[in-house]
C-alpha cells in the first residue's frame, strides 16, 4: 500500500520542500520524534520538574501528557516566553486549538519577533470568527517572514478573496514569481478564480500547472476536473480523469465522476468559500513538509486546516497518516473515523484504521472491518491483500496465501503494477512450503520489475539456501545490493551466496558489512560466524554465534548454533563448487 501522503503531494513536494524549510526551524524548538507508549505519570509541583516530563512526553510523541505538563510549569512561570511557546505548539500538535489561542496570544506579545507559528495560529483563529482584516494583518506580517515567504502569501490572498478583493488577492500571488513559488501560485489563482466566477483564468491557471507536473496529483486532479467542467471544458476534465486512472488504477478516484461529465452534470465546488481555501493552502504546505523536512510542523499545519474545515478529508487523512508515523494508533484511528461514509477517502480510512487495530494487537476487530470491506466492494483488492499481508506478519502462511489467492481470483491476469502483490504472495508460499508456485510468482514479479532488489534478493537467497541456480543467485544479488548498498540483509545475501560457493575469504567483508548495517539480526551474525570458521578465524566465529544466540533466534536456529558452539562448523556437501 502507497501511503496517502506520498500520493497526494508527491509531485508539488519535491519542486518547493526545500524552500519550506524555514518552517522547519520556526518549529526547532518544539521538536521531538516518536512515540512507544504513553507517559504514565501525573505533573508535580516544581517547575523544573514539569518541564522535564515535559520534554520526555515529547520524546514519546506523548503531546497529551506533554500539554499536561507545560500547563503545570506555565502555572509557575506564566511570563516565561519559552514555556508559552512550546506549550501552544504542543496543543496544536494535539489537537487541543482553541486551547492554544490564549498562549499564542500571550507568546506573541512577549515574542513578536519569534512568533511565526503563533502568528499563523491567530490568523487562523481571525478566519474563522470572521474578522478576515485582523487576520490579514497577522498575515501581512507573517509573509515577512523568510520562514513563510510562500505560506503567507498564499494565505493572505485567500484573506483578500474573502474581502471581496479579488484582483488583490491574484496581484498577492503573483509576487510569488520563482519556481516552486510560481506553483503555488498558479495553483491558489487557479482556485481563487473558479470561486470568483472567473472560469477561463481559473482553467488558464491550472493548465500553466499541468504544464509543469505531467503527472498531476490525486487532489489538484479531483479540484481540477471541476474546474475544467466550469469552464465548457469537459474534454479536458475526461482527460485528466482518465489519465490519472491509468497511472493509479488502484486509484479511489470515483468513476462516477466521468459519467456526470458525461451527462453535463456540473461536479460540485469544493473550495466554496475562502475559508476552505485556506484550508487547502495548509494542506498543501503540510504535505510538502510531511515526509521532507518535519512531521511535526506537517501535522502543526494539518491540525490548522481542520481547525478550518473539520470535514476536509485529505486533510483528515493526512492527520491521521502523521499520527500514525508518531505511534499514536488510537488517535489516528478517531481522525479516520470522523470521515464521512460517503466520502472517496472512507475506504482508504477504514483500511488504515484495520491496520492500526493489528498495530495495537487487535487482530480480530482489524480483521471485521477488512471482511466488511471486502464484501461491499466485490472488485476491490485492497481489503484482501492487506489482510493476507497481517495474516503473513503473524505467520500464518496458509491463510495468508488463501487470501492472495482470492486477490487474484478478483484481478483476473496481473499487470505490471501487482508486482508487490505477486512478492507478498511469493513469500506466504515459501514460508508455507510451497516453493514451487513460490518462484513461480517470483519469476512473473521480475517479468514486470527486473530490477527490483527485493524480489531479486529474495529469489536469489532462496536458491542459495537450495544449492540450486548459485551462479545466477550470484548475478541478482549483486544487482540487488548495486540497487540498495546500505540494506544490510541484502548484502548479507551476497556474502551467504560466495560463502555457499566456497568463496570464503570474498565473503567476509561483505557480511561484515552486513552485520555494521544490522547488528540486531541473528542470521546475519550466524552467518559471519559461519564464514569465519571457514577462514580459520574460530575463536571470532564462536563470538559470532555467541551473538546471535543472545539476540533470540528461532527455535530452529538456535539448535543449529549450540551445535555449532559444541562441536564446530561441518560444512555440508553442497556447500561447495
Known amino acids: 500500500m502507497i501511503r496517502f501522503l506520498d500520493v497526494l503531494m508527491q ?38 520538574g514539569n518541564y522535564l516530563a515535559a520534554r520526555h512526553a515529547r520524546a514519546q510523541n506523548d503531546e497529551a501528557a506533554a500539554a499536561d505538563f507545560l500547563r503545570a510549569a506555565i502555572a509557575l512561570a506564566p511570563d516565561d516566553s519559552l514555556l508559552l511557546g512550546r506549550t501552544f505548539f504542543v496543543l496544536v500538535l494535539d489537537g487541543q486549538v482553541n486551547d492554544a489561542v490564549p498562549l499564542a496570544r500571550r507568546y506573541v506579545g512577549s515574542s513578536p519577533d519569534k512568533s511565526g507559528l503563533a502568528r499563523l495560529l491567530l490568523a487562523i483563529e481571525d478566519v474563522r470568527a ?14 515577512q517572514d523568510d520562514s513563510f515567504s510562500y505560506l503567507g502569501p498564499v494565505l493572505t490572498a485567500w484573506a483578500l478573496q474573502g474581502m471581496g478583493e479579488t484582483d488583490q488577492a491574484l496581484a498577492t500571488l503573483s509576487t510569488l514569481s520563482d519556481g516552486g513559488g510560481a506553483n ?3 495553483l491558489h489563482a487557479a ?28 487532489r489538484l ?25 491509468q497511472r493509479n488504477p488502484g486509484s479511489r478516484l470515483k468513476p462516477a465522476v466521468i459519467a456526470a461529465i458525461d451527462s453535463g452534470v456540473q461536479p460540485a465546488r469544493e473550495i466554496r468559500t475562502a475559508t476552505d481555501g485556506m484550508a487547502e493552502a495548509l494542506l498543501d504546505g503540510a504535505g510538502i513538509l510531511g515526509r521532507q523536512n518535519n512531521p511535526d ?28 508515523d508518531r505511534g499514536r494508533y488510537l488517535d489516528a484511528n478517531r481522525v479516520y473515523a470522523g470521515i464521512d461514509r460517503a466520502s472517496p477517502f472512507s475506504p482508504s480510512a477504514r483500511l488504515a484504521v484495520a491496520r492500526n487495530l493489528d498495530q495495537m494487537d487487535r487482530f480480530d476487530e482489524a480483521k471485521d472491518i477488512l471482511d466488511t470491506l471486502s464484501q461491499e466492494d466485490p472488485g476491490d483488492i485492497d481489503a484482501l491483500s492487506t489482510l493476507a499481508d497481517m495474516l503473513r506478519k503473524r505467520e500464518r502462511f496458509a491463510d495468508a496465501v488463501a487470501a492472495y489467492d482470492a486477490a487474484f481470483l478478483r484481478i483476473g491476469a496481473p499487470q505490471p503494477y501487482h508486482w508487490r502483490l505477486l512478492y507478498a504472495r511469493g513469500i506466504a508460499l515459501e514460508r508455507a512450503k510451497n ?9 512473473k514479479a521480475l517479468e514486470f520489475e527486473p530490477e527490483q532488489p527485493f524480489v531479486l534478493n529474495y529469489l536469489g537467497y532462496s536458491w542459495v539456501e537450495q544449492g540450486r541456480n548459485l551462479a545466477e543467485a550470484e548475478r541478482m544479488i549483486r544487482k540487488a545490493v548495486e540497487l540498495r548498498p546500505r540494506d544490510g540483509y541484502i548484502v548479507d545475501s551476497l556474502g551467504w551466496v560466495l560463502y555457499r560457493l566456497g568463496r570464503s575469504q570474498e565473503a567476509v567483508p561483505h557480511l561484515e558489512r552486513a552485520v555494521e548495517l544490522r547488528p540486531e539480526d541473528p542470521v546475519i551474525n550466524d552467518h559471519l560466524g559461519d564464514a569465519y570458521w571457514s577462514v580459520g578465524r574460530q575463536r571470532e566465529a564462536r563470538f559470532q554465534w555467541q551473538t546471535a544466540l543472545a539476540l533470540k533466534p528461532d527455535a530452529e536456529a538456535r539448535a543449529a548454533i549450540e551445535a555449532k558452539l559444541r562441536q564446530g562448523l561441518i560444512r555440508e556437501a553442497n556447500a561447495t563448487p
Not at 482556485?191 to 490525486?218: C, F, T
Not at 516453493?435 to 519469476?443: G, K, Q, S, V
Open 11 to 48: 509531485p508539488l513536494r519535491r519542486r518547493i520542500g526545500v524552500l519550506l524549510l524555514g518552517l522547519v526551524l520556526a518549529a526547532a524548538a518544539c521538536a521531538a520524534n516518536r512515540v512507544e507508549a504513553p507517559v504514565l505519570i501525573t505533573p508535580g509541583q516544581t517547575l523544573t
Open 130 to 143: 470572521g474578522r478576515l482584516a485582523d487576520a490579514k494583518r497577522h498575515l501581512e506580517i507573517l509573509a
Open 184 to 186: 503555488l501560485a498558479h
Open 191 to 218: 482556485w481563487i478564480n473558479d470561486l470568483a466566477g472567473r472560469p477561463a483564468a481559473a482553467a488558464a491557471s491550472l493548465q500553466s500547472i499541468l504544464e509543469e507536473h505531467k503527472q498531476p496529483w490525486l
Open 221 to 245: 486532479v479531483e479540484l481540477g476536473g471541476g474546474v475544467f467542467v466550469r469552464a465548457g471544458q469537459g474534454q479536458k476534465a475526461r482527460e485528466l480523469y482518465e489519465q490519472y486512472q
Open 297 to 324: 510542523t506537517a501535522l502543526y499545519l494539518a491540525r490548522l486546516g481542520l481547525h478550518l474545515r473539520a470535514d476536509l478529508a485529505p486533510l483528515q487523512m493526512m492527520v491521521g497518516d502523521l499520527l500514525e
Open 435 to 443: 516453493w514451487e508456485r513460490a518462484e513461480t510468482d517470483f519469476l
